[in-house]
């Protein structure tokens, strides 16, 4: 488990570094999280991955997608009035 937190903090920090902005970055942190959390719990201890549970993990993939769509046009934006 630590070595997972490590490795998660890592990818956080480089993305960051990478120029990536903090809200879009936790977010699909966040989303990546709880999805592979619930594949797992299936894999790993036989839960059941139900329609509504894969509805749930589109859902939060859907909303990681839409912050980052919506940080690109915010920031197409600012540099096209900046420029």
Excluded: N
Excluded at 13 to 23: I, N, P
Excluded at 30 to 37: E, I, K, N, R
Excluded at 57 to 75: P, R, T
């Amino acid at each position: 488990m630590a070595i997972g937190y490590i490795g998660s903090f890592a990818a956080l920090t480089f993305a960051l570094r990478q120029g990536m902005g903090l809200g879009v970055a936790y977010g699909i942190w966040g989303a990546s999280g709880v999805a592979l959390t619930a594949i797992l719990a299936t894999l790993i201890f036989g839960d059941p991955l139900t329609a509504t549970t894969g509805l749930g993990i589109a859902l939060v993939i859907g909303g990681a997608l839409c912050v980052e769509l919506g940080s690109q046009a915010a920031h197409a934006r600012k540099e096209g009035i900046a420029s």
